[in-house]
């Protein structure tokens, strides 16, 4: 069974930095694609960020280009989420998803940023 946990998030000042964490295990990490998304309080969860299985090849929602920065280490089986300059609006729960063959979608429990002042 995948299973993905999601850690990092927090509180933080407009215009900081924070790293969020997604612990993967129950699949071949290295094999799969990772992305990153949120759910602002009360919308509709929303696209961040994806990685490819390898590292090589990144994308990013416009809301976030040049600010967030997605990586992963295959040997901890892990993927990051590097969040700098950040806004009110990144408020949200972040979560993590991979899709598995047979468009099996596992998510993690997700993990709260608050960006306030």
């Known amino acids: 069974q995948a299973q993905l946990v999601e850690s990092g998030g927090g509180l933080v000042q407009p215009g900081g930095s924070l790293r969020l964490s997604c612990a993967a295990s129950?699949?071949?990490?290295?094999?799969?694609?990772i992305h990153w998304y949120r759910q602002p309080p009360g919308k509709e969860r929303e696209y961040v960020a994806d990685i490819s299985n390898t590292g090589q090849i990144t994308q990013y929602a416009d809301s976030v280009k040049g600010r967030f920065t997605i990586s992963r280490d295959n040997a901890k089986n892990t993927v990051y989420l590097q969040m700098n300059s950040l806004k009110p609006e990144d408020t949200a729960a972040y979560y993590c998803k991979v899709s598995l063959s047979g468009n099996r979608n596992y998510w993690g429990q997700g993990t709260q940023v608050t960006v306030s002042s």
């Open positions: 129950g699949f071949t990490f290295s094999t799969y694609r």
